[in-house]
């Protein structure tokens, strides 16, 4: 079992889609929704981290980079001393390059 640790570029990545939804869809629950469904993605990464495939985004790090697939967003995450760290939430449609 792992520690998961959201890091502070990841917490902007959830309020930025978090706030884009709710623009996209006023008045719905939808938003509240895909938050909490997020968070207990990345809650589940304490057992099943190590089951996730890399992430195409590996490429552009030195550090491995594995991804959880939620919904079409990707959580991106890298496992150090027993610790999850994520590091990033994107939509699968977004342009990986701007990582680098």
């Known amino acids: 079992m792992f520690h998961v640790t959201i890091e502070e ?7 930025a889609h978090f706030s884009n939804l709710q623009q996209e869809n006023p008045g719905s629950d939808y938003p509240w929704q895909w938050f909490h ?3 207990e993605a990345i809650l589940d ?12 985004e590996d490429k552009f790090f030195q550090e491995g980079i594995r991804q959880r697939l ?15 760290h994520v590091l990033h939430i994107r939509h699968q449609a977004q342009d990986s390059a701007n990582l680098r």
């Open 9 to 15: 570029e990841a917490r902007q990545n959830i309020r």
């Open 37 to 39: 469904g997020i968070s």
């Open 70 to 84: 939620f919904h079409s967003y990707k959580i991106l995450f890298t496992i150090r001393d027993g610790v999850v």
């Open 45 to 56: 990464l304490s057992h099943s981290a190590e089951r996730c495939g890399t992430a195409y």
